[in-house]
């Protein structure tokens, strides 16, 4: 739970740097928390599939689910690709 919450908290870091060189990073405390919250609960579901899922072919496809499911609510947040009310401008 420590390595999760320090991986995350390091990946925070990247953005909030970037927003102190340039204007084209502008996040608000509410990105943070929300991109934080995934973060974290990616990480628990991966340790939750590595400690429960023996057999490494199913432990494979979860964990490509599991980064696409990501990757797609990351993408909806930041732009809109579905165009659900959650949407980013």
């Known amino acids: ?11 925070l870091m990247i953005p909030l740097i970037a927003m102190q060189l340039t204007n084209e990073v502008n996040w608000s405390l ?14 628990l579901l991966g340790g939750v599939i590595f400690k429960r899922v023996k057999n490494s072919g199913y432990r494979l496809i ?22 659900t009310p959650f949407a980013g401008n």
């Open 30 to 43: 509410f990105d943070f928390i929300i991109m934080g919250a995934m973060l974290t609960i990616t990480g």
């Open 1 to 11: 739970m420590i390595k999760i919450l320090l991986t995350v908290g390091l990946l």
């Open 62 to 83: 979860l964990y490509i689910t599991l980064a696409m499911l990501f990757f797609l609510i990351w993408a909806e947040l930041a732009v809109g690709i579905f165009g």
